[in-house]
Antibody, heavy 119, light 107 residues
Framework: QLQLQESGPGLVKPSETLSLTCTVS??????????WGWIRQPPGKGLEWIGN???????YYNPSLKSRVTISVDTSKNQFSLKVNSVTAADTAVYFC???????????WGQGTLVTVSS | DIQMTQSPSTLSASVGDRVSITCRAS??????LAWYQQKPGKAPKLLIY???TLESGVPSRFSGSESGTEFTLTISSLQPDDFATYYC?????????FGQGTKLEIK
């Protein structure tokens, strides 16, 4: 049973960098039929796709965040990571990591982690 | 970006009711649509992918259909565990986009 777990600081100051890691267990992050993604959800609001990464390092970002976002993968640790630069209060959200189904939908999710941007 | 418009935003229903939620795409997404269920404080759970394929382990009372750019999630007989928020998501093209959500409430 594949499991994903987000980790990282729950509080980030405005203008600083938000950094989160997703650790994958119960399966290899290097499987050729898997993509990995980050999705976020501001409190009380809907879901926003941030970006995807393939084990080879190929990335796809949401243009609304592209200039501030970096997603990377570390196959030796079975982890992938998210960095969001120059954060503001609008980046306060629950951040989920997820695995993309071979058909393209997200079929496995982490529990989510709340990141608050505040001084 | 492809806009996904879900309706209704809120739906009140009773146990045993048959309910439907609609999601309309602003342009063709073929059948690349998923439906998720989310309960408070939890991650979304995949119910249906490719518009009408039931994810493994999901009860058969959930079904999905499509007509052009309009997609429908139907729950044939509501159970107490089904009261939650439902989201559609297109994965035809980047950026992937979600509907705004439908909150299914107990009447």
């Amino acid at each position: 049973q594949l499991q994903l777990q987000e980790s990282g600081p729950g509080l980030v100051k405005p203008s600083e960098t938000l950094s989160l890691t997703c650790t994958v267990s119960g399966g290899s992050i290097s499987r050729s039929d898997y993509y990995w993604g980050w999705i976020r959800q501001p409190p009380g609001k809907g879901l926003e796709w941030i970006g995807n990464i393939y084990y080879s390092g190929s990335t796809y970002y949401n243009p609304s965040l592209k200039s501030r976002v970096t997603i990377s993968v570390d196959t030796s640790k079975n982890q992938f990571s998210l960095k969001v630069n120059s954060v503001t209060a609008a980046d306060t959200a629950v951040y989920f990591c997820a695995k993309m189904h071979s058909s393209g939908a997200f079929d496995s999710w982490g529990q989510g982690t709340l990141v608050t941007v505040s001084s | 970006d492809i806009q996904m418009t879900q309706s209704p935003s809120t739906l009140s229903a009773s146990v045993g009711d048959r309910v439907s939620i609609t999601c309309r795409a602003s342009q063709s997404i073929s059948s690349w649509l998923a439906w998720y269920q989310q309960k408070p404080g939890k991650a979304p759970k995949l119910l249906i992918y490719k518009a009408s394929t039931l994810e493994s382990g999901v009860p058969s009372r959930f079904s999905g259909s499509e007509s052009g750019t309009e997609f429908t999630l139907t729950i044939s007989s509501l159970q107490p565990d089904d009261f939650a928020t439902y989201y559609c998501q297109q994965y035809n093209s980047f950026p992937y986009t979600f509907g705004q959500g439908t909150k299914l409430e107990i009447k």
